[in-house]
């Protein structure tokens, strides 16, 4: 195999040689612009100082993409967002920015007419809808509630938006919601009392509202009247907690209805994943119909076809948030619902359709990228259109096409459109040429080797900064977490390869047993087996690595994983304790029994643990890394954020604990300000600064 290389880069406001193709190996032949020796390694401050596009949204006409763009307040110590506008046709297409104000602006939104965009932005004090006319002008503020607007979609027929407000369910005005917050903050008494579960999730402790999904009407004057509660009578949020977003509800062609996805909040709740598609008339004149009631699983993502048949994705097992999601289509006429492409052992990420609504399109994991595939309703056989890389994001443009956000190892994502099956996409942005034109991005490469019981597994290895032949390199040996995720060919700004090779570093990373997009056997089968299957192919995968590419040094070698990855490295340290000559541990699982009892999302430890720890208590003590503490000995750092509720912080004081009292050389690093992610500016870079102070201590001594 070849490395790859990231893209060439291009200016900002033009494509000088169009196409492109989205293949990092093609880029190996480009003649860069500033000349590789003049050029100097990716930093941890490049990363927190790249520009991060999302969203795309192409008009209804075809020839416009808007999209947000991400750039980093570094005085601010905060991201700020704005609106962009490109043509997509353009010979030199030119990115403009729409919107220029301090506060955030984002979600750009078509007015079916294409003669304007609805955005949410925070500038009159909350997050309101705002309407911004493309012939010229200023924005026009469209909501004036009293609550944040959290999501945002437009009728089909232009004369009502759906929007997304956190109220109190026996709240039956905006104000009285509003009205309690307020006197909340105004409440000396700081107790909050709970009569069930879920009392906190992700970094927020629960305070009674429901995320509701409500419609307004617009006037002659593009103002929205007084919205109506359609979801209301489902209490569950709409979109869903943490991360939820208007792809999980949506308006049927003729813009008279409304499909939305939601779990019941109730005592069942932290335990269930069960997600139930609902149809509301969009005045909600009527109560909403559960559609999948059938369905004790995950259903989710509804997209319209053009004849009105109804299509989603769907989990088939209860409990389990990482079954395969198929695709389902429910027929307008009969109501008879089928499975499309049954066979096709992917799970699909983000449902979509073409710009006629004749197709649908998926993305899924698929075997190290994140691949699109358009879908044929009648047969449902699954055709590739982007295969390599990452598809983070894509629009369907009218007239056929697909514009995408594209990543990979090499580069964060820009903007391309694909025509068709094995046709190169044509690159419209380089939305960050301004720091990646200066710097030697790394070079990368697919392997596979046989991990446990002889099955295939793969991995990639990066070569560091300035690699030459003959030199051999430490190793910086990176965990995904999940850990039903992938260390693919895609871009990061967390645990980024390239950032460790900037260091210096060759980074290894392995898509063990119980990663997605081999199949979903070899998703399952990391459940009640941590440390069993996945742990073995890390053991091979890192051996198989050193004797394949003689530059990696493997007795100069760091581990070093978050989440899963944090548990890894925990288990790593009792079971593997001779192999590193440090670890790295984020946000890790140190013991099983405390874990099931302080984490939030039952079901995801009931799940891979075999049930409740009551009730399987040896399943869950069979991988539990506390239980090995005394044989730890490899030096660790420790770090987590306080607002962790996933992975509670005790769980990384506990590990630091365990070190310090038996003497191991250990350092911990806290975030009061940060959850299961460590995100905001400054912390990011003082992150970095201390996991490489580590590695720099203990492999380049």
């Not at 869903?240 to 208007?246: A, V």
């Not at 850990?483 to 700004?493: A, G, I, K, Y």
């Not at 007795?555 to 890894?568: E, K, P, T, V």
Request: hydrophobic content about 40%.
């Amino acid at each position: 195999m070849r490395f790859h290389l990231p893209l060439p880069l291009l200016a900002l406001a033009a494509v000088a040689t169009p196409p492109l193709l989205p293949s990092v190996a093609a880029a190996q032949s480009a003649t860069p612009t500033t000349p590789a020796a003049q050029k100097s390694a990716f930093t941890a401050e490049d990363l927190v100082r790249l520009r991060r596009l999302s969203d795309p949204q192409v008009s209804p006409d075809g020839r416009w993409v808007a999209f947000t763009l991400r750039e980093t307040d570094v005085d601010a110590n905060r991201g700020r967002t704005d609106v962009w506008l490109l043509e997509i046709g353009a010979k030199a297409p030119l990115a403009r920015r729409l919107t220029q104000s301090p506060a955030a602006d984002s979600s750009p939104r078509w007015a079916p007419d294409g003669r304007s965009l609805f955005f949410l932005s925070t500038r009159s004090g909350s997050s309101q809808v705002w309407r911004l006319p493309l012939a010229g002008g200023e924005a026009l503020q469209v909501t004036d509630y009293p609550l944040d607007v959290g999501t945002l979609k437009v009728s089909p027929r232009g004369d009502r938006l759906a929007v997304t407000l956190e109220v109190f369910p026996d709240c039956a005005e905006l104000a009285c919601s509003a009205g309690r917050l307020e006197a909340r903050k105004k409440d000396k008494r700081s107790g909050l009392a709970y009569e069930q579960l879920f009392v906190r999730h992700w970094d927020t402790w629960a305070d009674g509202t429901l995320s509701t999904l409500f419609t307004a009407p617009l006037d002659a004057d593009g103002k929205a009247g007084a919205p109506v509660a359609v979801s209301a009578k489902v209490r569950g949020h709409v979109p869903s907690k943490p991360m939820g977003g208007d792809e999980e509800y949506e308006f049927s062609p003729d813009g008279t209805r409304l499909v939305f996805s939601a779990r019941l909040a109730d005592r069942v709740e932290p335990w269930s994943t069960n997600f139930d598609l609902y149809e509301v008339p969009v005045d909600g004149s009527a109560p909403p119909r559960n559609l999948t009631g059938d369905n004790a699983a995950w259903d989710t993502q509804p997209v319209f076809l053009a004849n009105g048949d109804l299509a989603w994705l769907a989990m088939r097992r209860p409990g389990f948030e990482a079954d395969r999601f198929r695709v389902l289509l429910r027929d307008a006429r009969s109501g008879t619902t089928r499975v499309l492409a049954g066979d096709w052992d992917r799970s699909v990420s983000r449902l979509g359709t073409s710009a006629d609504r004749r197709q649908l399109l998926a993305t899924a994991d698929d075997l190290g990228q994140v691949a699109l595939f358009s879908l044929d309703p009648a047969g449902g056989r699954p055709t590739k259109l982007v295969g390599e890389g990452q598809v983070a994001e894509y629009s369907a443009v009218p007239g056929g096409g697909v514009l995408i956000a594209w990543a990979s190892l090499g580069a964060p994502a820009d903007l391309y459109v694909a025509t068709r099956a094995g046709a190169p996409p044509r690159r419209l942005t380089t939305i960050n040429a301004a720091i990646l034109e200066q710097r030697a991005m790394a070079p990368y490469e697919q392997f596979s080797f046989r991990g446990w019981n002889d099955e295939t597994v793969y991995g990639y290895v990066m070569k560091p900064h300035g690699w030459q032949p003959g030199r051999r390199y430490p190793i910086a040996f990176l965990v995904h977490g999940g850990p039903q995720v992938s260390f693919q060919n895609q871009w990061s700004f967390r645990w980024n390869a390239q950032a460790f090779a900037g260091r210096g570093y060759a980074v290894v990373f392995i898509d063990f047993h119980g990663s997605p997009g081999y199949g979903q056997a070899f998703t399952d089968s990391i459940s009640q087996d941590w440390g069993g299957k996945p742990f073995v192919d890390l053991q091979k995968g890192f051996e198989a690595a050193v004797a394949k590419y003689d530059w990696l040094d493997g007795d100069r070698a760091c581990s070093l994983g978050a989440s899963y990855g944090g548990f890894m490295q925990n288990w790593i340290a009792g079971n593997w304790p001779d192999r590193f000559r440090c670890i790295v541990n984020h946000a890790g699982i140190f013991d099983t029994r405390t874990m099931y009892y302080t984490t939030e999302e039952l079901w995801f430890t009931e799940w891979e643990n075999g049930g409740p720890y009551y009730a399987k208590p040896e399943l869950h003590e069979k991988f539990n890394p506390s239980a090995h503490v005394t044989k730890w000995k490899t030096p660790m750092l420790v770090t987590h954020g306080v607002l962790d509720y996933r992975v509670p912080y005790s769980q990384g004081l506990a590990t630091f604990t365990g070190l310090q009292r038996q003497g191991v050389e250990s350092r911990l690093l806290v975030f009061p300000d940060e959850n299961h992610w460590i995100q905001k500016p400054a912390n990011s870079l003082q992150w970095h600064e201390a996991v490489f102070g580590w590695l720099d201590a203990h492999l380049k001594r």
